[in-house]
C-alpha cells in the first residue's frame, strides 16, 4: 500500500500473496487507512506494535525476579533476606522461570504452593506466595 504521511511517500506491506489472502490484505488496507485518517503512521504503530511483542516476550519469570533480587541488594536489605528471597524465587519456581509472565496462571503458581504445602513446608509456601507477590 502506498501511502503519504507528513508529505513523505511510504510502502506498507501486509505479506507475501499465498500466506497472506486478497481479503486479508484489503482489510489490513483499510485499518491503516483509518490510523492515517486519525493522524498516526501506520508504519510507525506496527514498528511499535513489534517493539512491544519482542519485549513482552523476553519479559520471563526468571528476569523479574533477577531484577527484584537486585534491586534488593541495592537497597540494602540484609543479606540472609536476600539469599533466601533469592533461593525462593530462583530454585523453587525453577519449572516456571523461562515462562513469559503474562502466560504464568495464578492455578500455576497455586498448584506450586500447594506441592510445598502437601510436603510439610507450609512457611516456606507461606514464604514463596509473598515473594511471588512483591
Request: glycine share 4%.
Amino acid at each position: 500500500m502506498r501511502y503519504r504521511y507528513l508529505e513523505k511517500e511510504n510502502i506498507l506491506s501486509f505479506g507475501k500473496y499465498p500466506l497472506v489472502s486478497l481479503l486479508d490484505a484489503r482489510e489490513k488496507c483499510d485499518e491503516a487507512k483509518r490510523l492515517l485518517i486519525a493522524g498516526i503512521n501506520p508504519s510507525t504503530k506496527r514498528r511499535e506494535e513489534k517493539i512491544a511483542a519482542i519485549t513482552e516476550a523476553r519479559t520471563t519469570l526468571g528476569l523479574i525476579a533477577e531484577e527484584h533480587v537486585r534491586r534488593m541488594e541495592e537497597r540494602k536489605a540484609g543479606a540472609a533476606t536476600v539469599t533466601k528471597t533469592k533461593w525462593l524465587l530462583e530454585d523453587l519456581v525453577s519449572p516456571l522461570v523461562k515462562r513469559p509472565i503474562k502466560e504464568i496462571t495464578p492455578a500455576e503458581i497455586l498448584q506450586l504452593l500447594q506441592k510445598f504445602e502437601k510436603s510439610g513446608r507450609r512457611e516456606t509456601a507461606r514464604r514463596l506466595r509473598g515473594a511471588c507477590a512483591a
